[in-house]
């Protein structure tokens, strides 16, 4: 029924920039909070950055003034900006999206992933 695409990941020197986006596609009545999720080996799954329908940003403290998530309701999409890179930013991302696919319908929905490297 909701399918979310992410592109844009690959390998980057450190100080340089990616975009990731996120598509979502299906039935989809309204998109409420979207999120991006970065998981390094040997490491939790860390919650980076979300925003609400509102417009509203939260980011982990460790990519706050680097990092910039946006969306785009009219195309369903989502982006994160990532700029200033550093090798420990090196991780698999996953976008997600919190989404009604009617008006009392609400379900959470994860991208495929994909791979973020930053190395010289």
């Known amino acids: 029924q909701v399918q979310l695409v992410e592109s844009g990941g690959g390998l980057v020197q450190p100080g340089g920039s990616l975009r990731l986006s996120c598509t979502a596609s299906?039935?989809?009545?309204?998109?409420?909070?979207m999120g991006w999720y970065r998981q390094a080996l040997g490491k939790q799954r860390e919650l980076v950055a979300t925003?609400?329908?509102?417009?509203?940003?939260t980011y982990v403290d460790s990519v706050k003034g680097r990092f910039t998530i946006s969306r785009d309701d009219a195309k369903n999409t989502g982006y994160l900006q990532m700029n200033s890179l550093k090798p420990e930013d090196t991780a698999v991302y996953h976008c997600t999206a919190n989404i009604y696919s009617d008006s009392l319908y609400l379900n959470d929905y994860w991208g495929q992933g994909t791979q973020v490297t930053v190395s010289s």
């Open positions: 925003i609400s329908s509102g417009g509203a940003t």
């Open positions: 299906g039935r989809i009545f309204r998109i409420n909070t």
